[in-house]
């Protein structure tokens, strides 16, 4: 499955920003979806998890309550609402593909990677 990623930018800390994913080719509905994403001069990190039947989402403690996983099966699109950006959500998000139901927290429990869009949020 192909992925591209699309809607990053620069914005200011408190603003609010929607990513979204677009999927072709593979199994899309089979797929739990997610993002990482890489912080300047850090290591790539989870986000954000949606399982294949929508019924299972997972964040990283940093953005539970400001960011939201979510999926359009028909049109095979992920999306990730950004709320209440703070200046160390900036990074390089990627929108990841097909995990490990135990791994999904890791680099390596995912199949599939797209590259990636900026994120910047200034203070």
């Known amino acids: 499955v192909q992925l591209q990623a699309s809607g990053g930018g620069p914005v200011q800390a408190g603003d609010s920003l929607r990513l979204s994913c677009a999927a072709s080719?593979?199994?899309?509905?089979?797929?739990?979806m997610g993002w990482f994403r890489q912080p300047p001069g850090k290591e790539r990190e989870f986000v954000a998890r949606i399982s294949s039947g929508h019924s299972s989402t997972s964040y990283a403690d940093s953005v539970k309550g400001r960011f939201a996983i979510s999926r359009d099966n028909a049109r095979q699109m992920v999306y990730l609402q950004m709320d209440n950006l703070k200046p160390e959500d900036s990074g390089v998000y990627y929108c990841?593909?097909?995990?490990?139901?135990?791994?999904?927290?890791?680099?390596?429990?995912?199949?599939?990677w797209g590259p990636g869009t900026q994120v910047t949020v200034s203070s």
């Open positions: 080719g593979g199994s899309f509905r089979s797929y739990s």
């Open positions: 990841v593909g097909q995990s490990s139901s135990v791994r999904f927290q890791h680099r390596d429990g995912w199949g599939y």
